[in-house]
């Protein structure tokens, strides 16, 4: 029985010490049907996301990297540990992905709840319309597998770029803080769309984009003095 529940004490200490857990969907696994399908999120979120952080806490056991942040891990094995590092960022950007969506979201954000961030998706790209065709072209061009962003400087200067396989706007070039993402690896569309990535675009910018997160999170990044994680 001793040696039961020492053995059982053994496993709740493993189970705690992964560097990274794999965080629960803010939504129910039906939440965004038909615009995505509990199949899909099943398998993006509890085999893909979920092998990156299986991954990502083997990688790192018994390293110095073992249960620092994320971030810490993305910014440290950037330059010196590829393997890490692209499991790391997927980790971290399949986290911030979800938290992207909602159910009835998208459209065009609310002038009078998210007056901030309209304001400066005027000023940055003109109008709404503008941005949305930009973001919708990053997504449909990123060749292969990839992410679409909306990213900030500190003054809410918006700009959208997209990155490829697992590189992260916030790596790559330092001051630009993400707002928003779109996934378009192919595990992300295709038992919902096949091939036709821009209708799943059209339909994240249309009825799934979580604009109170976008809103929440350009705060942030104008927010010099604040760090943040996912
Ligand atoms: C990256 O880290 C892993 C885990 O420590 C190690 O097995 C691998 O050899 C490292 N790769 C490089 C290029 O340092
Ligand atoms: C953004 O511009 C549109 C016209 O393109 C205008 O209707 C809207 O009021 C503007 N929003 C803000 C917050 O200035
Ligand atoms: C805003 O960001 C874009 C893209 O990074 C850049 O080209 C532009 O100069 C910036 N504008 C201001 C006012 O900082
Ligand atoms: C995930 O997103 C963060 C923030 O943009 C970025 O620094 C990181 O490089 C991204 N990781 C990947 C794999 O894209
Ligand atoms: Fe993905």
Redesign the pocket.
Known sequence: MQQIISLLSIFAVAAHAATYDLPPLPFGLSALKPMISKNTLQIHHGKHHAKYVDTLNSLVAGTHLENQPL?TI??ES?KSNKSI?????????HS?YWQCMKAKGGGTPDESSHKQLCDKINASFGSYANFRKQFAEAANTAFGS??A?L?SDRKGNLSVTK?I????????SGR???IL?CDVWEHAYYLDYANLRPTYVDTFLEKLVNWEFVAENLERAMDSGRNWS?
């Open positions: 971030e993305i910014k950037y590092f692209n499991n790391a960022a997927q980790a971290w950007n911030f990839g992410w962003w990213v990155t396989g697992a590189e992260n706007p916030m790596v790559a630009l803080i993400p993402t996912c």
